[in-house]
Structure formats: C-alpha cells, structure tokens
C-alpha cells in the first residue's frame, strides 16, 4: 500500500535512486513539496482517465518529447516552440478517424535511469548523469554529487512548463489541450507530490506518468507507486519480460479493467520486435484492457564511428511498422507511438549508418532525438505502412 505520509523517503530497495550529497537537505525538499500546489490538478486526471476510457478503439495517442528536458528552456518561449512541434506532428495523423490524443514528454522529464550507475575519468569516480533534477551534466565528483536542491529547481521549471503547456490551445485534438508526462523515476520527487481527493490518491507531478523498462518489476517500489494513484500509468515492456509476467502487472496495475488505466509502451529494437507477439497473444487472451504503444527509439541506439550515441530512422520506422503489423494480426488496436523528439535543428539521429554527424548540433542531455522534420516522416511512413 502505498505510504500516505507525502514526505516519507523513497524506499530504500527502490532501484536507480541517486545517492543524495546532504540527507538534511533532501529531507527539507521532500516536506517542501508535500506542501506544494499541485502542477495537475485530480479533476483534471480524471478528465484525462475518462477520454481514454472513452475513446474510439481506432483513436491514438501521440507522445512527444525530450529525452531529458534542459532547465535552460524552462521558458514561455521555449515551450511554446515545444506546444507548436508537437501539434504540428499530430497533423501527420490527422486523416486518423477516432481522434488523436496529443502527450508530451515535458515539464518534469528531469530525471534518467542508467544501465552504468558510476563511471570514471582519468582514476575519478563518480555517478553517471542521472538528469538535471540529480545533478549537473559535467563530469567529475563535483559537478555529480547528489544535489536535492535540484528538486526544487526541476520543480519550479516545471511549473512554469506546465502552465505554458495548458494554456495552448490544441483544438483540432482529442480535449483541446496538451497532457503532460514524465517517467515516474525519482520517488523522493514523486511520493510527495501525491495528493489525496475524495478517497483517492493522484501523482499530481504530471498527468500521465510511465514506469520505465528498468523499474517495472512486479514487486518494485515503483509498481508499488504506481498501482496506489488513480492516474493513467502507462508501463514500457521489453525483451526480458514474459506473457506471464505481463498478464500479472496488468491485473496488479489495473484489478477493475478499466479500460481508460493502462498503457502497455513496447520497446524493442527492430531486430527484436517480433518477440512482442506472445506478450500481445497472452493480453488478448486474458481480455486485458490496455491500450498499446510502440517506443521505436529506445531497442534501436548505437555509438557510431564519432564514438557518438544516435539512431537510424530506417530502424525506427521498421520497428514502429512491425509493432503495428503485429497488433492488428492479433486484432488487437494500435493504440499509438512515444518518440524522443526536438523542435530545434539538432543532428542526434541520422539516415545513414556513416552520416558525419555535427558536434555543434548534437546537444541532447541523455539520447538523441528526431528533428520536428524527422518525426514527420517517421509518423508519415508509419501511418502509410
């Protein structure tokens, strides 16, 4: 059950938590943000709940965003460019007849699991980047130490973000507006942010938050978190997790069915994507009510001859077109796509395998991300396929 004292610790056994520089400082953030102002309000989570239970089967969700979000473009500015990107690639959907639902990954996509919890430079051992809400990008001891004062920062940004973001007017769309959205990762954030609204618990951090592929195990703190708010959750599946185990999570995640709860975000890779179909057999089986979304990016990374991290398009759009041909031979509802996605004109994923890429423009804090143009075609290619 999930602990109802807001500014209690994450629990220790809690998986890619940071190692905090000062306990007395986040214990001090943590009751801070017991006492804070909700940045998503329960009434409109249970809008958000609602529209999913209620939507057309033929309807999808298109969740857009940062990999990890830049406390630098915290701005109005900034996250109007944002809005704009993410209503401009809905419109590559438009022709889809049961509405598209528009999600982004933004005002609180500050924090990052890593499969390297530590690296180490020249005999210098510290914590690898766990995202800006944790510490600063910079190696070294130092600039990586656990700084809990980042909360607070991360949370004002997002404040701001967030307000900006419900203020756009996303008319042509499912309910008008932009939902926000961020993996509930850092539990000294997320518990205290939970508010209590006639009887039930809301993660009042974001609308719509994910459990990620590392910390989605059955038994995990996580889950735990998960399971005791009323919001959607969506969960992201890979290769290591079996039919069974999956039926399992859904009945723990979502008991009554609800069809509006769960979110099932498949990824991957594309030499991998056909091990889905069990997984989608064994739900359909079962008549687990969740809707399915492909994550073409994160199974489809790799470090090119610049020693620099980035993805082939051709693989992403392979992969989102089997996750789709997978789903309707099981007759099952492609319910959307979750990219990592800029407005500005980076160069982080390339169309060639040998593509020089530009150091000036390869700027992302954690993974790289489709260009506004990119993602059109990746949309457009995958809507045709």
């Not at 500014?7 to 214990?27: F, G, L, T, Y």
């Not at 209503?87 to 699991?113: D, E, N, V």
């Not at 992302?364 to 143009?373: A, E, I, K, S, V």
């Amino acid at each position: 059950m999930l602990n109802t004292n807001r500014a209690n610790a994450a629990p220790a056994s809690a998986d890619h938590q940071p190692v905090w520089e000062h306990d007395h400082d986040i214990e001090l953030l943590r009751g801070m943000l017991a006492n804070a102002a909700p940045l998503v309000s329960p009434e409109d989570i249970d809008a958000l709940r609602h529209t999913l239970r209620d939507a057309p089967q033929d309807s999808l969700v298109l969740q857009l965003g940062d990999c990890v979000e830049d406390l630098s473009e915290a701005t109005t500015e900034s996250t109007k460019r944002k809005t704009e990107a993410i209503s401009t690639l809905g419109t590559a959907l438009r022709h889809r007849p049961g509405g598209i639902l528009l999600l982004g990954r933004i005002a609180g996509q500050y924090a990052k699991p890593r499969s390297t919890p530590y690296e180490t430079v020249d005999g210098e051992t510290f914590m690898s980047f766990r995202g800006p809400i944790v510490h600063d990008v910079r190696r070294g001891s130092r600039h990586r130490a656990g700084n809990a004062h980042r909360i607070a920062t991360c949370h004002l940004a997002s404040q701001i973000t967030a307000r900006t973001v419900a203020s756009y007017d996303a008319a042509p769309f499912l309910t008008g507006r932009i939902w926000t959205s961020h993996e509930a990762l850092l539990l000294d954030y997320e518990i205290p942010m939970v508010r209590e609204s006639e009887g039930a618990h809301y993660a009042t951090s974001t609308a719509w938050p994910w459990i990620g592929n590392r910390t989605r195990a059955i038994a995990s703190p996580h889950i735990d978190f998960a399971e005791h708010v009323a919001n959607p959750i969506s969960v992201k599946v890979g290769p290591d997790l079996t039919p069974q185990d999956l039926v399992q999570l859904a009945k723990k995640m979502n008991p009554a069915n609800d069809p509006g709860r769960l979110t099932f975000i498949a990824r991957y890779g594309r030499s991998r994507i056909s091990e889905l179909v069990p997984l989608v057999r064994a739900s359909a089986a079962e008549g687990i009510s969740a809707r399915w979304l492909t994550d073409p990016m994160h199974g489809n990374t790799f470090t090119n001859h610049q020693g620099m991290k980035t993805r082939l398009i051709d693989d992403i759009v392979a992969e989102a077109v089997g996750f789709s041909k997978i789903l309707r031979a099981e007759g099952v509802p492609v319910g959307g796509i979750h990219l990592e996605t800029t407005p500005e004109p980076v160069q982080e994923c390339v169309w060639h395998r040998n593509e020089e890429i530009d150091p000036a423009r390869y700027t992302t804090g954690c993974d790289p991300r489709l260009t506004t143009p990119q993602a059109q075609q990746v949309l457009e290619r995958w809507e045709l396929a």
